[in-house]
C-alpha cells in the first residue's frame, strides 16, 4: 500500500516563494507517475505538474516557469518549487501517484493520493 504525506504548505505574500514536499512509502508500481493536483475553495482539482519515472515533466500552463517539479528516489520524495506566488495560486496541493509511463492530467487517473497542504499567497 502506498502512503503519500505533503508537507511544506504555509501563508505567503504575493511574489514569494514555498517548496512542498511529497514522502511516498510503498510502490505499487515499478513504472508510474507523481502529480501535484490543487484544488481552490469552490473549484475543481486541477493538475498542476508531474514527473515520470524517467524524469519527464508535465506543467500545467498557468505555473510554467514559475514551479518546478522534481524528485529525489533515494528518499522517496517528490518537491514542487513555487515561485513568484500569485494569490490565484491559493488552494489545497495534493501529492498523487498513477501507474504506467505516461503523464496525464485527470485526477481520476490517479491511484493513490496524499491527504493535501494548505497553500494561502495573500495579495
Known amino acids: 500500500q502506498v502512503q503519500l504525506v505533503e508537507s511544506g504548505g504555509g501563508l505567503v505574500q504575493a511574489g514569494g516563494s514555498l517548496r512542498l514536499s511529497c514522502a511516498a512509502s510503498?510502490?505499487?508500481?515499478?513504472?508510474?507517475?507523481m502529480g501535484w493536483f490543487r484544488q481552490a475553495p469552490g473549484k475543481e482539482r486541477e493538475f498542476v505538474a508531474s514527473?515520470?519515472?524517467?524524469?519527464?515533466?508535465v506543467y500545467a500552463d498557468s505555473v510554467k516557469g514559475r514551479f518546478t517539479i522534481s524528485s529525489e528516489d533515494a528518499k522517496n520524495t517528490m518537491y514542487l518549487q513555487m515561485n513568484n506566488l500569485k494569490p490565484e495560486d491559493t488552494a489545497v496541493y495534493f501529492c498523487?501517484?498513477?501507474?504506467?509511463?505516461?503523464?496525464?492530467?485527470?485526477?481520476?487517473?490517479?491511484?493513490?493520493w496524499g491527504q493535501g497542504t494548505q497553500v494561502t499567497v495573500s495579495s
Open positions: 498523487a501517484q498513477k501507474g504506467g509511463s505516461g503523464t496525464s492530467l485527470r485526477s481520476d487517473e490517479y491511484n493513490y
Open positions: 510503498g510502490r505499487a508500481f515499478g513504472v508510474y507517475v
Open positions: 514527473i515520470s519515472w524517467a524524469g519527464r515533466t
